[in-house]
């Protein structure tokens, strides 16, 4: 067992082992007062399909999710390979997230990412308090696939594509 590395249960070792689980990258975006607001997250959860469920969870010092957090619909786009760029813009802290980013308008406040691998439309059903995040579990209301666009997958805290086998 020389190829197993042990780790404190703590915040840095939780980033690395975590980082060895491949996840989709999902952007959360809504028109606020006019304007679309969004951010990026990575832990994404299909929850259940009778009701229609997913999950997503936000970090508690966000300063975006306090603008989102009263929409009455949410945009959920998976994002595809060629996103990588999108991504990044909508997890900086600073700047316009959503330059260069085509923009597709969906019920009351939703708001879709252009070239996504899957739109989901939903309501906000709860925020389940955990630890330093908050789950967010939204009822699906509509969806759109786009099957001919691979997503965009999280993992070793870099992005990468699937590759066919």
Known sequence: MNDVFETPADGTGLRRAFANFPSGVVAVCAEVDGKPVGLAVSTFVPVSLDP??????????????????????LGLSLLGTDQQEAARSLSSRTGDRF???????????????????????????????????????????????????????????????????
């Open 52 to 73: 229609p469920l997913v999950s997503f969870c936000i970090q508690n010092s966000s300063s975006t999710w306090p603008k989102l957090v009263d929409a009455g619909y």
């Open 99 to 165: 330059r260069d980013l085509e923009l597709h308008q969906g019920t009351g406040e939703a708001v879709f990412i252009q070239g996504a691998s899957v739109w989901i439309e939903g309501s906000p059903e709860a925020h389940v308090p955990a630890g330093d995040h908050t789950v967010v579990i939204l009822r699906i209301n509509r969806l759109a696939i786009h099957p001919d666009r691979e997503p965009l997958v999280f993992h070793g805290s870099r992005f990468r594509l699937l590759h066919a086998s």
